[in-house]
């Protein structure tokens, strides 16, 4: 299993920077201090709440909690689809703060990637066409071969022409997974892939998640509430009302479940 040891800088200086920003180090992902509120004044929630945490390059991390905790919250900032109300993300080395939406889009588009549980594959277009879409929106003709690399990858080599309706669950979302992979992201950002699944399509999944960082080298950062879907991660961060309460390194289904269990009557 891949592990980075994470930069280490002199506190009170700044990381070295490189263009547009660009700050060199060995997290994919890192967020300082991030808080995000919604609404004002009596009416505001604040979804996260100072929250510092880092993600080493070649890492499959779980984040888990109960409704409400701020999951999503904090995959979609991290993952540029939302701006924190306060503090710093850093994505692949780039800070995001500064970034003008055409730039934050132009880096969701060309450096990360998502996928979702619900499979969004658009209907009149064959599998290879889904997987092709994401090079065809930014003006790029997919390179030979490239979409089948892809499509191989996740064992659809054989499906190219089929279209989303012909396919199963499970198949919709390993070509979700395929179109996630086409730009070569340095992060895939997976919130509940498995969802939608029955458990024996979830593992299929959840272990080709895997094997993107075993095999890869690529980060994955997933919002799960399956403890057997956590334990495929290296660790899990728990997060309760916008906080992190804590984490598990190399967890099992069980040991997740029962940091669970003492969540939620720790909160009751």
């Known amino acids: 299993m891949r592990r980075c040891r994470p930069a280490r ?6 990381p070295p920077t490189g263009k547009w920003g660009q700050m060199t180090s060995d997290h994919a992902v890192r967020m300082r201090s991030v808080s995000r509120r919604y609404g004002l004044g009596d009416n505001a929630v604040t979804a996260l709440d100072d929250v510092s945490l880092a993600f080493a390059r070649g890492t499959f991390t779980a984040v888990m909690g109960p409704s409400g905790s701020g999951k999503s919250t904090l995959l ?3 993952a540029g689809l939302d701006r924190p109300t306060s503090g710093s993300v850093v994505v692949g080395g780039t800070e995001l703060t500064g970034l003008s939406e055409r730039r934050l889009t132009l880096l969701r588009r060309e450096r990360v990637g998502f996928v ?12 290879a066409q ?29 499906r190219a022409r089929h279209r989303p309706t012909e396919l199963s669950g499970g198949q919709q979302q390993r070509v979700a997974l395929a179109r996630a992979l086409i730009t070569r992201p340095e992060v895939l950002f997976a919130d509940e892939p498995t969802g939608a699944l029955d458990s024996r399509t979830g593992r299929e999944v959840l272990t080709l998640l895997r094997a993107m960082v075993d095999d ?9 509430h399956d403890p057997v879907a956590a334990s495929y991660a290296d660790r899990v961060l728990f997060l309760v009302d916008g906080h992190v309460h804590g984490e598990l390194a190399t967890p099992t289904a069980d040991t997740v479940a029962t940091h669970l ?7 009751s």
């Open 9 to 14: 800088f002199r506190e009170g200086t700044a």
């Open 76 to 78: 979609q900032c991290a």
């Open 116 to 127: 979702f549980q619900a499979f969004n594959l658009l209907p009149s277009l064959t599998a």
């Open 130 to 158: 889904n997987v092709a879409l994401p090079l065809r929106l930014s003006g790029r003709r997919p390179p030979r071969g490239r979409v089948r690399e892809v499509l191989d990858q996740v064992g659809l080599g054989d």
């Open 216 to 224: 890869s080298g690529r980060t994955v950062l997933m919002v799960t």
């Open 261 to 267: 269990t003492h969540l939620e009557k720790a909160a």
